[in-house]
């Protein structure tokens, strides 16, 4: 079965410094990768996925994301951060053979002033 | 275009009440999940229906029940509710695509404690 850490529980950082957090999945076949983001009291909502092709993915909001499939790795970027980008992010994976999605327990994001 | 449709989104119970909650999507998708979020632990799979008239647990199933009543809407039963289950309940919906690569869409979430 597949499954995803994530790397850190929280980061903060300061307003228009970049920011990386850190997604890695172990698999026994191929995967689809997502990460999605969650503002207070809210659902989740997609930022970006990877389903085959390029390795580097682009998303909403400026987010882009990198598949490292030696690494077995999927790291969310992003240049520079706004207040807005506070939030919970998570990462997660999916497979051709089961219905079923299997998420991270989540990176909450910070954005300082 | 309301997408995932949760209710009711606030709720207390005391240990031992029922409840029912309820999820409706208008985005024609086949499969629907229920998860619970508590901090710390991410997301985990309550139950999810691949296609209406299937039902399958999933991580966390014990002290649930669900019901995929047709295509659109897929309820979450608690029979007799406990401390443990206070948490943040999402249903999500997926369309068919290769083989898992659709994304999921998420309601806004049910806020249930139980005292």
């Known amino acids: 079965a597949q499954s995803v850490t994530q790397l850190d529980s929280q980061v903060p950082v300061f307003e228009e410094a970049p920011v990386e957090l850190r997604c890695n999945y172990s698999?026994?076949?191929?995967?689809?990768l997502f990460w999605y983001v969650q503002y207070p009291n809210q659902g989740l909502q997609l930022l970006l996925k990877?389903?085959?092709?390029?390795?580097l993915v682009k998303g909403i909001n400026g987010f882009e994301a990198e598949f490292n499939k030696s690494q077995t790795s999927f790291h969310l970027r992003k240049p520079s951060v706004h207040i807005s980008d506070t939030a919970e992010y998570f990462c997660?994976?999916?497979?051709?053979?089961?219905?079923?999605?299997?998420f991270g327990a989540g990176t909450r994001l910070t954005v300082k002033p | 275009n309301a997408g995932v449709t949760q209710t009711p989104k606030f709720q207390v119970l005391k240990t031992g009440q029922s409840m029912t909650l309820q999820c409706a999507q208008d985005?024609?998708?086949?499969?629907m999940y229920w998860y619970r979020q508590d901090p710390g632990m991410g997301l985990r799979l309550i139950y999810y229906?691949?296609?209406?008239?299937t039902t399958d647990k999933g991580e966390v199933p014990n002290g649930y029940n669900v019901s995929r009543l047709n295509k659109r809407e897929f309820s979450l039963r608690l029979e007799s509710a406990a401390p443990s289950q206070t948490s943040v309940y999402f249903c999500?919906?997926?369309?068919w695509g290769t083989g898992g690569n659709q994304p999921q869409h998420f309601g806004d979430g049910t806020r249930l404690s139980i005292l």
């Open positions: 999500a919906s997926r369309g």
């Open positions: 698999s026994s076949v191929s995967v689809y």
């Open positions: 990877y389903l085959s092709g390029s390795t």
């Open positions: 997660a994976v999916s497979d051709p053979f089961n219905n079923d999605m299997r």
């Open positions: 985005m024609n998708h086949n499969s």
């Open positions: 229906s691949a296609s209406e008239g």
